[in-house]
T-cell receptor, first 114, second 112 residues
């Protein structure tokens, strides 16, 4: 079956522009996560969606970052007024439920802010 | 703060030998630990995990050891194969999945 997919695979943008990153989780997975990996760093948790519950936004680094999950499936991570320090690989993962520890990751979106 | 630490950014091992990847954590509340493997241009893939009630979990060539008193876990790969060359991330979780914290990763190179 299809795994987690993300688009675009690469995004180059100018400082100050807004960007949207998309994630299609595995069908039937109720939990969805966004992470980012900056150069030389580990995976940094950003936000977590579980079913229809309010998302856990505790990892979002600033109010320029937001995410939505429509219909319990596709998710969009939006970064407004991008800064150079936003440059990173943004990874999406899904799991069967929030209590399931194994997360399945997408290939990531490499964001470069010039 | 970095609650999960992988202090070796890279490791090089000869094919057939044992690879030992180390991970330290600071939060004693972590109760589940995982290792993920990541190839270039791909997302991380789950490799092996261990619950805090155990001190060892084995799956084929991969064994994870947990030392709770030392807040240390390690991943052993034996025998190492060139296809094992990848970045390995250690992760720890508590209460539920959304509190998972990752280390910075160790790049393993297995030489033929």
């Amino acid at each position: 079956g299809a795994g987690v997919s993300q688009s675009p695979s690469n995004k180059v943008t100018e400082k100050g522009k807004d960007v949207e990153l998309r994630c299609d989780p595995i069908s039937g997975h109720t939990a969805l996560y966004w992470y980012r990996q900056s150069l030389g760093q580990g995976l940094e948790f950003l936000i977590y969606f579980q079913g229809n519950s309010a998302p856990d936004k505790s990892g979002l680094p600033s109010d320029r970052f937001s995410a939505e999950r429509t219909g319990g499936s596709v998710s969009t991570l939006t970064i407004q007024r991008t800064q150079q320090e936003d440059s990173a690989v943004y990874l999406c993962a899904s799991s069967v439920s929030g209590g399931e520890y194994t997360q399945y990751f997408g290939p990531g979106t490499r964001l470069t802010v010039l | 703060d970095q609650q999960v630490k992988q202090n070796s950014p890279s490791l090089s091992v000869q094919e057939g030998r044992i690879s030992i990847l180390n991970c330290d954590y600071t939060n004693s509340m972590f109760d589940y630990f995982l290792w993920y493997k990541k190839y270039p241009a791909e997302g991380p893939t789950f490799l092996i995990s261990i619950s805090s009630i155990k001190d060892k979990n084995e799956d084929g060539r991969f064994t994870v050891f947990l030392n709770k008193s030392a807040k240390h876990l390690s991943l052993h790969i034996v025998p190492s194969q060139p296809g094992d060359s990848a970045v390995y991330f250690c992760a720890a979780s508590f209460n539920n999945n959304n509190d998972m914290r990752f280390g910075a990763g160790t790049r393993l190179t297995v030489k033929p």
